[in-house]
C-alpha cells in the first residue's frame, strides 16, 4: 500500500525525510508512489507520520 507523498502533506521536504531513514530520495518517492515494496520502511514511514 503506498504511502501517497505524505511528506508534502506535513510540510517536510522529500530529502529530510530521506536522511530520516537513511535512504536516497528516490526510495521514499517509489516507497510513495508504490513503485517499489518495502514494507518495514512503509511501516515505519507511516509510523512517523502518523506521529508528525
Known amino acids: ?3 501517497v507523498a505524505g511528506h508534502e502533506e506535513i ?3 522529500l530529502p529530510t525525510v ?3 531513514f ?3 530520495p ?3 518517492s517509489c516507497i510513495e508512489r508504490g ?3 518495502d514494507d518495514n520502511l512503509a511501516d515505519a514511514y507511516r509510523d ?3 506521529a508528525a
Open 1 to 3: 500500500m503506498p504511502v
Open 11 to 13: 510540510g517536510v521536504r
Open 18 to 20: 530521506a536522511e530520516r
Open 22 to 24: 537513511g535512504v536516497c
Open 26 to 28: 528516490a526510495m521514499i
Open 35 to 37: 513503485a517499489r515494496r
Open 48 to 50: 512517523w507520520l502518523r
